[in-house]
């Protein structure tokens, strides 16, 4: 059979709320890529995926694509702020072409009653791990087995009633899963955002699934519904490395893990395979301040690492509390420390307007990312995703907006106590880009890292993209 999977529009001006809008900051979806790989390989499919984020189609377009495939089903992967697209373009593809629509990821595994029900163009869900899940829907569609016998679904009977079958258990040993394969995609279209690169071209990359943590109220990786912490092999990324490199010339590698170095002897493993297959790579990661150790970050640097992301959230310690994030301000310190000692860049979140911040405290994260001296900050805007602790039991400190289109983390959707209104929010949000940002001291510091007519386009990039996101 034939399935054409699917990523709806979503622009870089419309994810950072920003008044510029750039072509860069785009990364080929792994999760499509991951469950097409895989129905190729087990099920001998045959697999296309339309990333529309990066092919700026017409819905005309998108149609006639979707013709000249012919496929037997269509999948679409969406966030909660690309929902209402994906279901605009279903919907024409269902009253066009009339076939299959199948929809998964993060926001209709929390909500698939609600989906069901509110899009009845909508025939299959896929609930959490897709990878199993749409081999078996697939052989559902060849005539070999009914939809009750498939984990980790929903559904409509004949009689329009919508069910739930049983959950499917999280895949155990992610290394029985193929490669994602990037022949899906023209490579040449993803670049990361201007000062998140050393060298083109980029892939990115993923060897874990969960969250080591898992207790942070703010993220749908954390509390009851998170799924279990799994990681691939070293042995299994140095594969996937190698097969970047060798099929695409890969130079730099960004990994999209939640929490890279976690745990430790992995990524000591991971770091002496770099070395012992003289392999020349550059990469970044993503990591909780608590997993970092000084020899940990110098054997990092050694294999490539330039650059770590921080989940650092706040400033003040009684909102670090009231998240849950298991950490202190002085933990993050070090770390910081820690991975600038070592040579190694660094990048921060922050989230504003949490439960219980009013504008004062949001000027203590921003006075707190200053003292650390990051590289590089992102201030996010508080995001009750649904399923997530926060937007489950925290509603009470505050107002909530039910328009999932403004669920991006730079849209104001949560409106804390502390607060006035939405308005106030940005307001707060880009004084914080401003009085980061455009201090004399942090402009000196990466004008003296410029050495090459690449580094000044990537900042002068950078710059017309942070002016946008604080005009």
């Known amino acids: ?47 296309r995926v339309l990333d529309l984020q990066v092919l700026e189609y017409t819905m005309e377009e998108i149609i006639n694509d979707v013709k000249s495939f012919n496929p037997d089903i ?91 079958t049983e959950p499917r258990l999280p895949i155990a040993n992610l290394d029985e899963l193929p490669i994602p394969s990037r022949k899906y ?27 080591s943590y898992g207790q942070c109220t703010f993220c749908f990786e954390g509390g009851p519904h998170a799924p279990k912490y799994r990681r691939i092999s070293a042995k299994k990324a140095i594969e996937e490395i190698k097969y970047l490199v060798d099929e695409y010339g890969i130079k730099e590698i960004s990994f999209w893990d939640d929490e890279f170095a976690f745990p430790n002897k992995w ?65 993050m310190r070090k770390a910081v420390k820690w991975t600038h000692e070592a040579g190694i860049e660094t990048r921060g979140s922050f989230i504003l307007a949490l439960p219980g911040e009013t504008p004062e405290l949001a000027r203590e994260t ?5 003292e650390l001296d990051l590289d590089y900050v992102q201030f996010l805007l508080n995001t009750p995703f649904p399923g997530t602790i926060m937007w489950e039991k925290n509603l009470d400190e505050g107002r909530l907006s039910s328009n999932y289109n403004d669920y991006s983390v730079f849209m104001p959707v949560f409106v804390p106590h502390g607060y006035k209104d939405e308005k106030e929010i940005i307001s707060v949000q880009r004084e914080a880009y401003r009085r980061f940002y455009f201090r004399p001291k942090y402009v000196m510091k990466h004008l003296k890292r410029i050495k090459t007519m690449e580094d000044v386009k990537r900042y002068m990039s950078g710059v017309k993209f942070v002016v946008g996101m604080t005009a």
């Not at 995609?185 to 969250?211: E, V």
């Not at 921003?366 to 200053?370: G, L, P, V």
């Open 74 to 164: 269509v999948v679409f992967g969406a966030l909660s702020a690309t929902a209402d697209k994906a279901y605009k373009i279903a919907q024409k593809i269902k009253e066009e072409l009339h076939l299959p629509v199948i929809f998964g990821g993060p926001h209709v595994s929390r909500l698939p009653k609600e989906v069901m029900e509110k899009q009845p163009f909508i025939d299959f869900l896929i609930i959490e791990e897709a990878e199993y899940s749409m081999l078996e829907l697939l052989e559902y569609f060849q005539g070999k087995r009914q939809p009750q016998s498939i984990k980790g679904i929903a559904y409509r009977t004949k009689d329009g009633e919508i069910k739930l």
């Open 185 to 211: 995609f023209d490579m040449s279209k993803y670049i990361p955002l201007p000062n998140q690169y050393k060298r083109l071209p980029l892939a990115n990359m993923m060897t874990t699934r969960g969250c």
């Open 1 to 47: 059979m034939k399935a054409m999977f699917i990523t709806p529009p979503y622009s870089i001006k419309e994810r950072y709320n920003s008044k510029t809008n750039i072509k860069k900051g785009y990364l080929p979806p792994l999760g499509l890529a991951y469950i097409a790989s895989t129905i190729e390989r087990d099920g001998g499919h045959e697999s």
């Open 366 to 370: 921003i006075k707190f990312a200053i």
């Open 267 to 331: 990524v000591n493993e991971f770091c002496d395979m770099i070395k012992e297959n003289n392999i020349d790579i550059k990469w970044s990661c993503y990591s909780h301040v608590n997993y970092i150790t000084e020899d940990l970050l110098k054997k990092m640097a050694a294999a490539g690492c330039w650059n770590i992301f921080y989940g650092l959230e706040s400033g003040t310690q009684v909102l670090i509390n009231k998240v849950k994030k298991g950490t202190t301000l002085d933990r």
